[in-house]
């Protein structure tokens, strides 16, 4: 069984166009996260989720709204697509409490042409 | 701001040769330190972590990595490397008042030639 799922794995789209990606979690965690990968694989915290509620919302344009319907749940909504936003989009999740370690899906490619 | 600083970006080694890979954070609070591995065209994986107690932690895969307090850094290490252990490696903090926020580094690919 699959700990952490994204789909689709892999995205190939037009600019401007809106798009989504789902993730889910079967590990019982209670924080949820993005974090997105550029092409040099630098990995940064996108937004992050504690209970269905949005803790971490880092410096993201608002094209892009993280929606948790659930806490097992954390889907990735971005509006008007720019060829910037092409990347490796990774869910993870984890226990809050001290010493947790993250567990991540497999990662979406994102394409933007 | 906290920052994550991984020293080498690119590391070539021959099979057989040791590894270090240095790591090095600017919180001063409690954290919590791990290496992730990710290997070519897949997720990140922990290799090992740091909590509390023994500096000296061991991970899998032969890894093992030493939290030195007084120097913020939490090197990783392996004796002898293999050409599997080919992948890109990132060393992530989290603080203890963060929320559950792992900072990571800007990784460190390590390619080990046959």
């Known amino acids: 069984d699959t700990a952490v799922s994204q789909t689709p794995k892999y995205l190939v789209t037009q600019m401007g166009n809106d798009k989504s990606i789902k993730c889910e979690q079967n590990?019982?965690?209670?924080?949820m996260y993005w974090y997105k990968q550029d092409s040099k694989k630098f990995l940064k915290i996108m937004f992050s989720?504690?209970?269905?509620?949005?803790?971490i919302n880092e410096t993201v344009p608002n094209r892009f709204s993280p929606k948790s319907p659930d806490k097992a749940h954390l889907n990735l909504h971005i509006n008007s697509l720019e060829l910037g936003d092409s990347a490796v989009y990774f869910c993870?999740?984890?226990?809050?409490?001290?010493?947790?370690?993250?567990?991540f899906g497999q990662g979406t490619r994102l394409t933007v042409v | 701001a906290q920052s994550v600083s991984q020293h080498n970006h690119h590391v070539i080694l021959s099979e057989a040769a040791s590894l270090e890979l240095g790591c090095n954070y600017s919180?001063?609070?409690?954290?919590?330190l791990f290496w992730y591995v990710q290997y070519p065209g897949q997720h990140l994986q922990l290799l090992l972590k740091?909590?509390?107690?023994?500096?000296l932690v061991k991970g899998i895969k032969g890894f093992e990595a030493e939290f030195i307090k007084s120097k913020f850094s939490f090197n990783l290490r392996k004796p002898s490397v293999q050409w599997s252990d080919t992948a890109e490696y990132f060393c992530?903090?989290?603080?203890?008042?963060?929320?559950?926020?792992?900072?990571f580094g800007d990784g460190t690919t390590l390619t080990v030639k046959p």
């Open positions: 993870a999740s984890s226990q809050a409490s001290q010493g947790a370690e993250a567990f």
């Open positions: 590990l019982g965690h209670d924080t």
């Open positions: 989720y504690n209970n269905k509620e949005l803790i």
């Open positions: 919180y001063g609070g409690t954290v919590n």
């Open positions: 740091y909590f509390s107690g023994d500096p």
């Open positions: 992530a903090v989290k603080r203890e008042t963060n929320a559950g926020k792992s900072t």
